[in-house]
């Protein structure tokens, strides 16, 4: 790193610029080039600042000629740490996040909310503290600011959402859009009751008696987040996919694309609006279809046996298959949940037995709840004659539940000839991919509840945050994939590599914050992703504060 001065003319007037920068090597097709970066602006910073830190980076490898010049009682403590926010700051420009965002207050506080949900998920004002222990005024150049400020950059992020999600999508799909898309839906629930996106609804969480919203996420072929949608809690599936058609189509300005999404989300209704906007679509058929079509005799249960076969139907292709490692997990679950109530059975018999004046029907209901809430109630006869609780299982009905475990079949409308049906079965598998973006996006790393918000905009603001911070923690797991660490465990690390203050004879000496030298675990996740630690901050007088003090909402004992 160095410090560069840099002019420019306007009309009469010569302009100086004071650049913190660094060079680097990039390698292309016809060779390696040495180019530089601009690290920080310093022009604002005072004179005495500016000559500090170019001491301190003339003499970084040489710290006793270091300390001969300042000549004086030294005294080191410690700063905030910088390490973890270093390493953000660098993947946030590789993306481009930062100048998508922008960097107006606005900008900086919001690509400071998506660091601060990689490092320490919380609340805005669980930013703000840990603000205090990082080096955000710093890096950023962002002057003091509390929760107040954070919700409102919410609110301007939910206005600017889809101009920057344009953005986003130009920048990462430069030479070609993708041409195929994955989409899926979950939902989060909330700890209260005053969320303005908050109903009932579908609760995959199985969280009973919780409120709720809707979360719709569009994913690229490589499983690469695009879009992300929030919708009221009581929102279906079916009527969020018809926001990501028109998104796809209008916005992101593709036209040969592909839907990929699962058996509940693309149905008649939303294949009638693919087929208007030009799209092909994947998707899979529910069991209750598959039944229907083998009573037809459209479908026969022996095409299932093979690896993979294809059935074409008015013009819709049908992709079979039977997944013997799946066909077992179901046989044994089923068996289990069987047993489990047979066995429930014989504890309700024993209770009736020694306790003669207890109500037997109340005994039976207890079953049937039992048998309900494991799902083998639809092939399961409990009964109850002379105080005695029977459960008999209807063997024809089981022996055509199980005809159908492991079996699945695909749905698609892409020509045979431009797609085959291996295609096709890989292409509807990386729905995975969406389904484990949203597991470290709900209960994983990054934690999107508790949702601690509760006007709309905001709301969405933050499930906005929580895309882009999974955006940069893909590009870590990408750099850190060969070393033994999880991007969890690596920002820990990076965390507690602080900055260095320095007083002589008691004054504060200028600007400067030295960084030292990081340990080898520490140099090991920067050289992963070629970034150059830091040597040394320009001091930042601002003290980021929280408004509401902790002290003061305590109850005294």
Known sequence: ?????????????????????ESYRERGETGSKVKKRTLLNLTKYPESVIKTIDLALKHKDSPDELDHLLSGSVKQIQGRSVGALWVLLHVCRELGLDKIIGSSRHGLLCLWMVMARLLDQGSRLSAVRLAEEHAVCELLGIDPFTEDALYQSLEWLCEQQDAIEQKLFKKTYLKQAPTLFLYDV???????????LGDWGYNRDKKRGKKQIVIGLLCSDDGTPVSVRVFKGNTTDLKTFSAQIEKTAKEFGCRQVTMVGDRGMIKSAQIEEIKEAGFHYITAITKPQVRAMLNSGVLQLGLFDSDLCEVEHEGIRYILRRNPLRAVELATSRARRISAVQVFAEQQ??????????????AIQRVWEKSSKLQVDGFMKTTCPERTIKVEIDEQYLAQVQELDGCYALKTDLPIEDVPAQTVHDRYKDLAQVEQAFRTCKTGHLEVRPIYVRKESRTRGHVFIVMLAYLVRRQLAKGWRDLDVTVEEGLKKLSTLFAVEHEIDGRQTGGMLSVPQPRSSIAQLFSALAITPPSALPRHGGRVASRKKLSGRRKSK
């Open 1 to 21: 790193m160095y410090i560069e001065r840099v002019k420019s003319r306007q009309g009469d007037k010569v302009y100086t610029q004071v650049l913190l920068r």
């Open 186 to 196: 979950t939902s989060s629930y909330l700890e209260g009751d005053q969320n303005e």
């Open 349 to 362: 018999n024993r209770y009736l037995a020694d306790h003669p004046g207890a109500d037997a029907f109340k």
